[in-house]
């Protein structure tokens, strides 16, 4: 009997969500999807916050995934811009979540480390790396898609190990480890 399922993997963003799609058949993996979706055109937040959402879902619906893996937001200088990428995550995550899809978050040095082992690793060079271990044609001019194929593949790789980042089941689960986070009005 074969172990199979498929991993969705997301690189949040309220400019450009970038997505890939990994299948694993016992221990091999095999590329299905990357891509992006381009939310610059659209000036007001929360319809970018719908489009991700919106996005999110139809990825579900067309490709089933068992697991999302998720790039964390990471606290840069700009606390404006962590915020925007927090808000693109939890849509992201509450799509996956209302199809009761398990979630694990990894930060992007952990994901940069799994796939080049190099937690500083560029862009490109998380990107060259993807093109060689999934046998990739040709890789997209933006590197979005890229990074959510790079959370996909990095959840593969950490499959197994008792640390992998925070996970979630369900909004129980949820709610249950971020309890000190929810307003109990």
Known sequence: MTNEKIILGIDPGTSIMGFGIIKVVDKKMTFIQMNEL??????????KLKLIFDRTLELIETYHPDEIAIEAPFYGKNVQSMLKLGR???VAMA??????IPITEYLPK????????????????????LQSVLALKSLPKNL???????????????EGRVEV??????WEAFVKQNSGKIDKQ
């Open 38 to 47: 381009v939310l610059k055109k659209y000036n007001d937040p929360y319809t």
């Open 88 to 90: 693109a995550q939890g």
């Open 95 to 100: 799509a996956g979540l209302s199809r009761q």
């Open 110 to 129: 952990k994901i940069k480390m799994a796939i080049t082992g190099n937690g500083n690793a560029s862009k490109e060079q998380v990107a060259k790396m």
């Open 144 to 158: 979005d898609s890229t990074d959510g194929l790079a959370a996909a593949v990095c959840h593969f790789y950490n």
């Open 165 to 170: 980042g925070k996970s979630y089941s369900g």
